[in-house]
């Protein structure tokens, strides 16, 4: 199993910059991909960033530019760098993890969250 803790949110007016971290434990070496989801209130959850095994990453349209997804791996931790927030990015921002394809278990774990928000 895999367990995955989020850290770095907190309160930030618009415009400004804000670094979450997500450390992976527990099975770290199945990993093939992990990213970042966020869920504002009412809205399902959505794509931010992700980074695969290899290194390859991909964004969503709407934080390109501003957001910077990277990874320690003497740490096991990802991170996300948020600049320029707006108040549209104010969620709950998730760490997920996709295990190696054709390995038993769950296919995917998530962090518990840590609460993003940016005052206009």
């Known amino acids: 199993q895999v367990q995955l803790v989020e850290s770095g949110g907190g309160l930030v007016q618009a415009g400004g910059s804000l670094r979450l971290s997500c450390t992976a434990s527990g099975g770290i070496f199945t990993i093939n991909v992990m990213g970042w989801y966020r869920q504002p209130p009412g809205k399902q959850r959505d794509l931010v960033a992700t980074i695969t095994r290899g290194g390859s990453i991909n964004y969503a349209d709407s934080v390109k530019g501003r957001f910077t997804i990277s990874r320690d791996n003497t740490k096991n931790t990802i991170y996300l760098q948020m600049n320029s927030l707006k108040p549209e990015d104010t969620a709950v921002y998730y760490c997920?993890?996709?295990?190696?394809?054709?390995?038993?278990?769950?296919?995917?774990?998530w962090g518990q969250g840590t609460q993003v928000t940016v005052s206009s």
């Open positions: 997920n993890a996709v295990k190696i394809p054709g390995l038993p278990g769950k296919t995917d774990y």
